[in-house]
């Protein structure tokens, strides 16, 4: 069992940074491919990033490759999401997500977080 909970979110203005962090518990976090997703309002849940168990691989979607970038701390139980020149369209609530591989990350993660929302204003 993996519990996940996000922290980071807020108000921030267009142009600016932000890091979400996402801290788990459980002795196993290490052996997890761990991602992040985000669902705007109105609009389905998205995959954001993935980041495999060692850190060694990383996935990103298409669109934010470049100005998101995902990291962890195994010694710290902790994923990281550094999110930089945010836009407007940013905006929304942001899920950590556990997955036994990056394979299953996309469609079938095992854990979820309950969200941190990110508001980026204009």
């Known amino acids: 069992q993996v519990q996940l909970v996000e922290s980071g979110g807020g108000l921030v203005q267009a142009g600016g940074s932000r890091r979400l962090s996402c801290a788990a518990s459980g002795r196993t976090f290490s052996s997890y491919a761990m991602g992040w997703f985000r669902q705007a309002p109105g609009k389905e849940r998205e995959f954001v990033a993935a980041i495999s168990w060692s850190g060694g691989s990383t996935y990103y979607a298409a669109s934010l490759k470049g100005r998101f970038t995902i990291s962890r701390d195994n010694a710290k139980n902790t994923v990281y999401l550094q999110m930089n020149s945010l836009k407007p369209e940013d905006t929304a609530v942001y899920y950590c997500?556990?997955?036994?591989?990056?394979?299953?990350?996309?469609?079938?993660?095992?854990?979820w977080g309950q969200g941190t929302q990110v508001t980026v204003s204009s």
């Open positions: 997500a556990a997955a036994q591989g990056m394979g299953n990350m996309r469609d079938s993660p095992d854990y």
